[in-house]
């Protein structure tokens, strides 16, 4: 397969660099195409008041394109600039840090996903749910052998799906499961501080409360060891209270 590769942690992180070589190990053709700083958390957002610089990255047989943008800035100038062709799919990892529940509406890992996705490209997000994994080569070629099994000709069009491992050897997870996004959302707590100056400022360490998860959701399941597997679609529209508008405002 010709593959787009891109991250939210950037092009030197853990996650991109060993996918990369275990699809370029079996024989994919591999585009990088990735931030080069540290993107986690910006979601779908753009370049668009500034210039969008792109530089050639190379480190030993690892290569591809470094964006000083977003995930999104990625997927849109290598799908309108930088690749010859159209690739037969665009990868968004591997991220350190799952990507399960409400997490979806901020993640740049998956916000990558969604563009290739909107532009009619089968789309894979994938996250790891340690922030400080040192080898994450057995996840990669699980990834890898997954790839050909999802039956992508027979996905709805502008669909991602979002896989995350749990933080353990795959010789101790649990199994493999399709489910559905958590419900949870994040409760915004801020713990106020005093800079050197004593100026004050805020650090975000918001929580979700356990009840609000779902026991059958991707995060509660995630939790437990298991690989999860959900699609995703991004048509927003509310079509039950579509109809409720327009009996009373048409």
């Given at each position: 397969m010709d593959i787009l590769l891109t991250n939210d942690d950037g092009i030197r992180a853990l996650g991109i660099r060993t996918l990369y070589h275990e699809l370029v190990k079996n024989h994919h053709t591999v585009h990088v195409v990735a931030p080069m700083r540290q993107q986690s958390g910006v979601s779908q957002c753009l370049t668009i008041f500034e210039p969008l610089r792109v530089t050639s990255y190379q480190d030993g047989d690892y290569k591809g394109f470094g964006v000083y943008g977003t995930p999104a800035d990625c997927?849109?100038?290598?799908?309108?600039?930088?690749?010859?062709?159209?690739?037969?799919?665009?990868?968004?990892?591997?991220?350190?840090?799952?990507?399960?529940?409400?997490?979806?509406?901020?993640?740049?890992?998956?916000?990558?996903?969604?563009?290739?996705?909107?532009?009619?490209?089968?789309?894979?997000?994938?996250?790891?749910?340690?922030?400080?994994?040192?080898?994450?080569?057995?996840q990669a070629a699980h990834v890898t052998q997954l790839i050909p099994r999802i039956p992508w000709h027979k996905l709805e069009k502008q669909r991602v799906i979002n896989i995350n491992y749990p933080?353990?050897?795959?010789?101790?997870?649990?199994?493999?499961?399709?489910?559905?996004?958590?419900?949870?959302?994040?409760?915004?707590?801020?713990?106020?501080?005093?800079?050197?100056?004593?100026?004050?400022?805020?650090?975000?360490?918001?929580?979700?409360?356990?009840?609000?998860?779902?026991?059958?959701?991707?995060?509660?399941?995630?939790?437990?060891?298991?690989?999860?597997?959900?699609?995703?679609r991004f048509d927003f529209t509310d079509r039950e209270s579509l109809s409720l508008l327009k009996d009373h405002l048409a």
């Open positions: 997927v849109k100038v290598a799908l309108g600039a930088l690749l010859e062709k159209t690739p037969d799919l665009v990868i968004s990892g591997i991220n350190l840090g799952a990507n399960v529940g409400p997490d979806l509406f901020y993640s740049g890992t998956v916000a990558a996903a969604i563009e290739g996705s909107q532009a009619g490209i089968p789309s894979l997000a994938v996250s790891y749910d340690d922030h400080n994994a040192q080898d994450i080569s057995e933080a353990r050897p795959l010789a101790q997870v649990l199994g493999t499961t399709v489910c559905q996004q958590s419900p949870a959302v994040w409760e915004n707590v801020y713990q106020a501080c005093r800079d050197p100056r004593n100026n004050p400022y805020f650090w975000l360490i918001g929580d979700i409360k356990e009840e609000n998860i779902g026991a059958d959701s991707d995060k509660a399941l995630l939790a437990q060891g298991y690989i999860t597997i959900s699609p995703l």
